[in-house]
């Protein structure tokens, strides 16, 4: 066990897990994470908290992770580079750590311009890569980045993301290979609508024996409306989103019904691509649908560790 | 190599001369004669605007180079008519106001009338591209010469993000994303294993965050002898 975490020991134990998403409030209210917590509580095995999302400010991951951990949900902190530097970062995870928070997802962040904020200096001090390399080091050699030791344990487990629907294609194999040997224990992938694409870079990865090494968690994002599917088929960077989805949620009858029902079929498929050894739900301002989505996907009653 | 300059909105630079009647107006022959920000033209249509507004202009020149050490020349020459107005309007580059300011003989604000944006590559004529930020510790030998510094949206070494499309980066698809252009020129010379690398966390200490950096030419020279 790297750090011991409920996330960690149901992956370990070779069940097929199901994270969630909990985006924090723009503002002081603990109860929209508490809610949003106790919604969650029992149909995945962890909640990932998003980190000033779309670079728009929000309370903070940290204290999002905390509020759940106080009540009893398992969470995952997400940790972008864009708004920290190596300083921040690492006492962040210092901070994190000693509150018991230990599942950390290490991400570049969507560029500055896209939040509210689009005048920040970006930091970009460390890439996401190197990022997985420090939490690697803090917690094998209890190490900072400058080499200097330090005190008491550092039980991290160390997601990553990986986006299959990026490009170049042919590198993002690649790519998923670096942050493995970076120190990636788990991966979280960008929503998946074209299976297809993603089982052909699912293949690579096997190639590689990445599967072996990492577990992936599948991204689903499942979509409210028409015109949801068109803003993420046009607007959202690095989502993939065929036409064919975007006409069944316009023709059909009830869209929240049919958004649900694409997103079931795309976790069917899901489950037949060996090597995929989860799900990561982000059901952005649509969170109450996830335990009728988890239900139906026939995915509970989820393990008790 | 050029530094690459934009007029400063005109309010702007009437909010610095506020306090100012009397101004001295300073262009550059070189970089911002060709970026159309500070030649003579751009002087001559300066000093119009602030008769306008009611301004009296003391003087102006072109000097060549503003950024050069001859300005101190320059300068002393045109003295009498610096002396007789309340400030120095430059329309050069950052470089050249703090020539300017340097070496003025009297006490006198000196304010930029241009934003200093970046040092330019012409890649075609008129067309400037920002492709280096002077960071210190050139990575353009693991980069197949394209800087991942300046021309990645989020300055990543390790690769392209999940936000890079077709070529393009996720901020504008009028930028290309840098990481596909490293990986097609990398792949082109059959060198795509050094990708797989992990470039280790930046020194910055060498660039912009380690304090104003200074050499000595000289000094540098007789230690390598
Ligand atoms: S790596 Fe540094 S020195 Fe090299 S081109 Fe980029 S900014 Fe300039
Ligand atoms: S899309 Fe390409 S250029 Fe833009 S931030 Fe990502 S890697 Fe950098």
């Known amino acids: 066990m790297k750090a011991g975490t409920k996330l960690e020991k149901v992956l370990e134990s070779g069940h097929f897990a199901v994270t969630a998403e909990a985006g924090p409030p723009k503002g002081t209210n603990a109860e929209v994470i508490k809610k949003k917590g106790e919604l969650l509580r029992n149909y995945c095995d962890a909640v990932n908290v998003t980190d000033n999302q779309t670079a728009i400010v929000r309370l903070s991951s940290l204290a999002g992770c905390l509020l759940l951990k106080e009540q009893g949900v398992e969470p995952v902190m997400q940790m972008v580079v864009r708004d920290r530097n190596r300083l921040a970062i690492q006492s962040d995870v210092l901070g994190a750590v000693t509150l018991g928070i230990s599942n950390i997802l290490c991400l570049s962040g969507d560029h500055q311009k896209f939040g509210n904020h689009p005048t920040a200096k970006g930091v970009f001090d460390i890439d996401s890569i190197q990022l997985i390399q420090t939490l690697k080091r803090m917690r094998d050699e209890k190490k900072f980045i400058c080499g200097e030791d330090i005190s008491g344990e550092v039980p991290i487990f160390i997601g990553a993301a990986a986006n299959p629907f990026a490009d170049p294609f042919e590198y993002r194999a690649s790519r998923l290979a670096k942050k493995v040997k970076a120190g990636a224990d788990f991966i979280q992938t960008q929503a998946v609508y074209d299976v297809a694409r993603f089982a052909r870079w699912m293949e690579m990865v096997r190639e590689r024996g990445l599967d072996r090494q990492v577990h992936i968690l599948a991204g689903v994002i499942p979509i409210k409306s028409a015109g949801m599917a068109r803003y993420m088929r046009d607007y959202v960077p690095g989502v993939i989103v065929p036409d064919e989805v975007v006409t069944r949620m316009e023709k059909a009858a009830s869209a929240k019904e049919e958004g649900l029902k694409i997103v079931l079929e795309i976790i069917a498929q899901l489950k037949e691509i060996p090597g995929v050894h989860g799900i990561h739900i982000m059901a952005v301002g649509w969170e109450d649908i996830v335990p009728e989505l988890v239900e139906r996907a026939g995915l509970m009653p989820r393990p008790t560790i | ?225």
Not at chain 2, 31 to 46: D, F, I, P, R, W
């Open chain 2, 1 to 225: 190599m050029k530094t690459i300059t934009r007029q400063k909105p005109q309010e702007e630079v009437m909010g610095y001369l506020a306090k100012c009647h009397k101004v001295y107006l300073i262009g550059c022959g070189t970089c911002a004669t060709l970026c159309h920000t500070g030649g003579k033209s751009e002087v001559l249509e300066m000093k119009e605007k602030l008769k306008a507004a009611g301004k009296e202009v003391s003087g102006w020149m072109i000097i060549p180079t503003a950024c050069d050490e001859l300005t101190k020349y320059a300068l002393q020459e045109e003295a009498q008519r610096i002396k007789a107005a309340d400030c120095v309007l430059a329309m050069t580059c950052a470089i050249g106001v703090q020539m300017i300011s340097l070496h003025l003989k009297d006490a006198k604000p000196v304010y930029p009338a241009l934003n200093t944006l970046f040092i330019g590559m012409e890649e075609s004529p008129g067309h400037f591209t920002e492709v280096c930020l002077q960071c210190g510790s050139c990575v353009l030998g693991r980069t197949a010469a394209v800087c991942p510094l300046v021309r990645c949206s989020k300055s990543l070494l390790n690769g392209p993000c999940g936000g890079s499309s077709e070529g393009k980066c996720e901020v504008s698809p009028d930028i290309p994303c840098a990481w596909q252009l490293i990986y097609e020129r990398l792949k082109e010379m059959g060198r795509l294993e050094e990708l797989e690398e992990i470039e280790p966390t930046k020194d910055w200490s060498v660039s912009v965050s380690g304090g104003p950096r200074k050499i000595d030419i000289e000094a540098e020279c007789t230690s390598l002898s």
